[in-house]
T-cell receptor, first 112, second 114 residues
């Protein structure tokens, strides 16, 4: 069973479009995260949620809106996509607030 | 601001060579330290972690790391690398009051030649 899953794995879209990435974890964890990995492989946290409540919002443009319908799911919606949004987006989860996190396979977003 | 610095961008080794990847962080308070590994085409996996206690921690696949508080360092080591260790290695820090936020280093690409 996949612990943290993301869909889609690849996403190619044009500038200005709106897209969503879905994440689900079956580990029973309370906390979920979104990270962005740029072309140089640098990873930076974007958001974290604990039991559906937003905990961390790291100066991310408000075109990015996370949504957590329940503690097992954390989706990322991106409005008005820009070229600079091209990256790999990783979802992760952990038991409460800990750096011991389980990562999903990533979603490679390409904006053309 | 907290930051994590990894000394090497790309390391190339032959099989059976010893490995040491440097990691330094800047944060004055209590931290938890991690090394994550990303094999080609795969997701990040936890290699090892340090929370407290013995500063020499052992992880999976024969890796170990040593926390030296006075040097703000958490270097990763392996006595003898294998071709299958080819991957990207990330050092990461989590400060105790930061809600699980991981701050990553730039990553070190390790290439092991058979």
């Amino acid at each position: 069973d996949t612990a943290v899953s993301q869909t889609p794995k690849y996403l190619v879209t044009q500038m200005g479009n709106d897209k969503s990435i879905k994440c689900e974890q079956n580990l029973g964890h309370d906390t979920m995260y979104w990270y962005k990995q740029d072309s140089k492989k640098f990873l930076k946290i974007m958001f974290s949620y604990n039991n559906k409540e937003l905990i961390i919002n790291e100066t991310v443009p408000n075109r990015f809106s996370p949504k957590s319908p329940d503690k097992a799911h954390l989706n990322l919606h991106i409005n008005s996509l820009e070229l600079g949004d091209s990256a790999v987006y990783f979802c992760a989860s952990s038991q409460v607030f800990t750096g011991e996190q389980y990562f999903g396979p990533g979603t490679r977003l390409t904006v053309t | 601001a907290q930051s994590v610095s990894q000394h090497n961008h790309h390391v190339i080794l032959s099989e059976a060579a010893s490995l040491e990847l440097g990691c330094n962080y800047s944060y004055g308070g209590t931290v938890n330290l991690f090394w994550y590994v990303q094999y080609p085409g795969q997701h990040l996996q936890l290699l090892l972690k340090y929370f407290s206690g013995d500063p020499l921690v052992k992880g999976i696949k024969g890796f170990e790391a040593e926390f030296i508080k006075s040097k703000f360092s958490f270097n990763l080591r392996k006595p003898s690398v294998q071709w299958s260790d080819t991957a990207e290695y990330f050092c990461a820090v989590n400060a105790g009051n930061q809600g699980g936020k991981l701050i990553f280093g730039q990553g070190t690409e390790l290439s092991v030649k058979p």
